[in-house]
């Protein structure tokens, strides 16, 4: 099976201290894979250094078997990995598809034009994009009065633009309500399914994560100490420990309480 | 041997003075995070204040005393300038309480005129200590040991507040995380007014200090400015050591490059912080900072989209009136007209880089001057007809951007600002002082346009078509891709990077445009004034370009434009007064707290208010 | 004594809390239990000012909270401490002690370095120390220490047993326990059940800002549903 995305022996340290400690996973084509573990584990850590916001201490990334480590986001991009963010970003001072223009244009290499408005360029691409997420009703309102669901959606909208083999999303359903929860994740998946692209995804609410994720990773201190199918993490006697709310743990005081 | 202790000590007895102010420059800044322009002015308040006071007070102790209570006064009236302009403006963005500072500085010039006069004042020397002593045979003046026996007692006292008292413990705190020391019962507001005044009157210390050396004058203030610039950016912004090692280091470097290398002084300067710089980005003790998102200044912008036909068309006609001027009004009105033209393309380029960049530079004036400066350099020494000397201006100019650019884009927010600043005045004191090239203050005179355009109408008409089309240029330049790359990596640097954008690239490339387009103002400029003088170089042309930018509205795309022809046909109306600093400064500061949109946001706001329009800007 | 009235909160543009209302009575410790995200540190933030709520009131002593700054909620007499700890790194362990200090209060006996270093040994031997030189239950500890030197009523504890050692997690339910005797309230707000059961007398349940149990631990335990919704799988 050809990986699209290979992480081998991936660490990070801030000033001695391991952030992220020797992790290693492939993510195959059109999978879901979805990375869990408790706050401060070091999952966006390890976003910002599959994406180059960070470099790495220690480790290598592949993508489609060529290494990626230590280039800087827009080439990570321009090799075709898109990337959602926890806490949205997107250009408040330009309208929903001049966003996703803006997208478009450094696809198609036309940053430095100072001929052409730039309004025009790529319109009915946006709008397609804008239409799969949903958002085509919305395309003139300004970024900034958007709600906060609407960003996500916008935001996805945006990492589609160059057509990437790999979306990156990290909490992407954070700050939304549970029913858009479904939605977007719902939304990614089918565009999974039909691009026969890849999704990892960092993620708090288990609700999306079991019912959405074919693979689920759970990183607890830095470490990657479960990697396997839904069914496999869920009843992982370790994972419920760190994570999944010391369900042993309770019944174990509870008993100690009893006797 | 003799000469070179002599000198050290020059430079040592020099440095009090500006440690003291410096270091109250970088106490303010580390916990309120406001960079305060108007320290410069307390310095000279300082100044006159001690003076007045030494003609009072008699005698040694009176001497002394009068430098403590100008200390005291001039902390008062720091506490007076945080409490009405800064406290309404602390959660307003940086960019907001820089203009409010400037205005103090306007307000406190005309105060000082008003009070002592434009004459310079020599300072008393001080009783007891105004004769010599020979050391290895070279005369010191027995002042100047006194301040360097006093600047470790200085020293040491505000390092024994800083870190030994409760109040130290707070300032040190806040400095670090504001919040948190507001959430275990600090009151911040105290805090902040407090700080201030422990600033303002370390400012005022320093100017009646050195009072006996270098008396009072009305310019002092912008004088002392880029010199604590450079000690508080080389030390380190907020660390007391970092300013007292920066502020002799300077002081020492400056006496010896007068003895050695007399033309070169001021140069000395900025060459030292660029060579720091260049190794520690934020200074010898300084800390990284790290930068939020904080691309916008203020609220987010609203959506631009192309001029519709109507406002063409009303563009057309106005270009169409002002082509009628000379005909109908008298020649006075076609020299202001091409001023306005020519102080519009200067801000209309600034404004480019400020208000679609959300790159705040300080030091814009280098371009504007930059340029005139290169066309008079090639009409004096090559004789190089108007045209090719017209043309390599805002080349020139694009030049000078390119490496400043690149030095300043290494750093963001105030750092980015400060550098810009010191840079320009860098170029400033280049210009001023290589007086067999640039003519140094006496500028350089007779650069007249071609024959063709010696007429004031017809130089207003070329005027016209290359001001006017160069501010037309730039905003087409905001609609088209590279326009929307550059608002793109200001709104949110972290999604451009993660969608291609070459964020670094597309500001440097932004800010070199803005450096040609100022370049080309400052080209129409030297060929209508036929002279050019290092005043159009200086930090208050900057400041000029800065806060028309503000007053016209930071968020719109016609502020800049506005903004310039407001005010410079109401300095053309106010500089009549006599004290038109003091008017101009209060109503910067009135802006800043009333109208932070500016007039051309004011005006959207209002008319948006009552038609509730879309949320699209045409 | 604390008293959450139908708080609305938003970080951004994200709504976090949704009607969110619970009490904590005097001289009670009651636990604020949820997952990640749930909107636990934005109550806590909420109730100390730091987020300003959007509708709902937050009272402390029958007196209404919402539009004081921080400084004034402390000054009544509620201690936060953060859960990023925020503890001043270039600052000694003393001077993060002098930075919380705030006059005793009637009634209480308040709080000194002597007595808190008996409650924290560790303290005391690295009382020179700066902060960034202390080991994270350390500066756990410090910024406990810290928050006390204010002489609060009522302790805002933001998972204090997030990232540190079990040993240490140990030592801290000993110190709330400890802190409870002394006639401390406490909230707390924690992922780690075990932990919370331990030390609080009553749990608070969030889910996306809405609260979805309110009782004993005993009522929890009868009520396995709730649990397995809400804080397990």
Known sequence: MSAVLEVRGLTKSFGGVLAVSNVSFSVAKAEMLALIGPNGAGKTTCFNMLMGQLPATAGDVLLHGEVITGMPPRKVWRRGIGRTFQITATYASMTVVENVQMALLSHHKRLFDVRRFAHRAYYDEAMQLLELVGMQTQSERACAVLAYGDLKRLELAIALAHDPQLLLMDEPTAGMAPKERIGLMQLTADIVEERQISALFTEHDMDVVFSHAHRVMVLNRGELIANGSVEDVRSDAQVQEVYLGGGSLFNEVAEGDHA | ?618 | MLEVNAINSHYGKAHILNDLSFRVEAGEVVSLLGRNGAGKTTTVKSIMQLVKPTSGDVLFENQRLNRMSPHQVAKLGIGYVPEERRIFTDLTILENLEVGRQPARDGMAAWNKERLFEIFPNLEERKHNRGKALSGGEQQMLTIARTLMGNPRLLLLDEPSEGIAPVIVEDMAKTILTLKKEGLSVLLSEQNLHFARIVSDRAVIIESGEKKFDGTFEELESNPEIRDAYLSV
């Not at chain 2, 006996?212 to 604590?228: C, Q, T, W």
């Not at chain 2, 130089?459 to 088209?480: C, S």
């Not at chain 2, 990077?497 to 490339?509: D, L, P």
């Not at chain 2, 101009?584 to 932070?596: E, M, T």
């Open chain 2, 1 to 618: 041997m003799g000469l070179f202790i002599a000198q050290l000590l020059t430079g040592l007895a020099n440095a009090a003075a500006l440690f003291l102010v410096a270091s109250g420059l970088s106490l303010i800044f580390g916990v309120t995070r406001i960079v305060n322009f108007a320290h410069g002015s307390f310095y000279m308040l300082g100044a006159f204040i001690g003076y007045s006071l030494m003609q009072v007070l008699p005698g040694a102790i009176g001497f002394w005393s009068s430098i403590l209570l100008a200390g005291l006064a001039v902390g008062a009236i720091g506490v007076i300038v945080e409490l009405l302009v800064l406290r309404p403006v602390y959660r307003a963005p940086e960019l907001f309480q820089l203009v409010a500072t400037f205005g103090v500085i306007l307000v406190i010039q005309d105060l000082a005129l008003m009070i002592w006069g434009a004459e310079d004042v020599l300072g008393p020397r001080a009783p007891g200590l105004k004769g010599i002593v020979r050391i290895m045979g070279e005369p010191v003046p027995q002042f100047d040991l006194a301040l360097i026996a006093i600047t470790p007692f200085v020293l040491f006292g505000l390092w024994y507040l800083i870190s030994r008292t409760r109040v130290g413990i707070l300032v040190r705190a806040a400095t670090q995380d504001r919040e948190m020391v507001g959430a275990l019962g600090v009151n911040q507001s105290w805090l902040f007014t407090g700080v201030f005044f422990l600033g303002a009157a370390l400012a005022g210390l320093g100017g009646a200090i050195q009072l006996p050396k270098g008396g009072a004058d009305l310019l002092m203030d912008f004088n002392i400015l880029a010199s604590i610039f450079v000690v508080v950016v080389i030390g380190g912004m907020g660390s007391l050591p970092g300013a007292y090692i920066a502020a002799v280091l300077i002081s020492v470097l400056n006496v010896f490059g007068v003895a050695y290398i007399p033309q070169s002084t001021l140069v000395l300067m900025f060459v030292v912080m660029a060579v720091v710089l260049t190794v520690r980005p934020y200074g010898l003790l300084g800390r990284e900072e790290v930068a939020g998102e904080h691309g916008q200044v203020g609220e987010p912008e609203k959506p631009i989209k192309p001029a519709g036909n109507l406002a063409r068309g009303l563009v057309a006609l106005l270009l169409v009136l002002l082509a009628c001027l000379p005909f109908v009004a008298e020649p006075f009105f076609t020299i202001l007209a091409t001023d306005v033209i020519v102080f519009c393309l200067f801000a209309a380029s600034l404004h480019f880089l400020l208000g679609l960049g959300g790159m705040v530079s300080f030091g814009h004036a280098a371009y504007f001057g930059g340029g005139a400066y290169v066309a008079a350099l090639l009409v004096n020494y090559a004789s190089a007809p108007m045209e090719l000397a017209f043309l390599m201006a805002p080349i020139g100019a694009g030049l000078l951007a390119v490496i400043i650019g690149w030095l300043c884009l290494r750093l963001s927010g105030v750092y980015f600002a400060m550098l810009t600043l010191a840079l320009a005045q860098l170029v400033w004191s280049l210009v001023f002082q290589w007086d067999e090239f640039t003519g140094g203050d006496d500028g350089l005179v007779d650069i007249w346009p071609a024959e063709y355009l010696s007429d004031t109408t017809a130089y207003f008409y070329f005027t016209m078509v290359v001001g006017i089309g160069g501010i037309l240029l730039l905003r087409h330049m905001a609609h088209t891709p590279f326009g929307y790359a550059l608002r793109a990596s200001r709104d949110s640097a972290r999604q451009a990077e993660a969608t291609g954008i070459h964020t670094k690239r597309i500001q440097w490339v932004a800010f070199t445009i803005a450096g040609v387009f100022a370049g080309l103002a400052g080209a129409l400029f030297v060929f209508s004034k036929g002279s050019v003088f290092p005043v159009e170089l200086e930090i208050a042309k900057s400041f000029d370009g800065l806060i028309v930018v503000f007053l016209g509205g930071v968020k719109t795309l016609s502020g800049g434009v506005v903004g310039a022809a407001s005010l410079t046909v109401l300095q053309d109306f106010i500089t009549r007064f006599e004290y038109w600093r003091l008017a101009l400064g209060l109503v910067i500061i009135a802006v800043v707290i009333v109208a932070p949109r500016g007039i051309v946001g004011s005006i959207r706001a209002i008319a948006e208010q009552r038609f509730s329009r879309g949320e699209v800007e045409r």
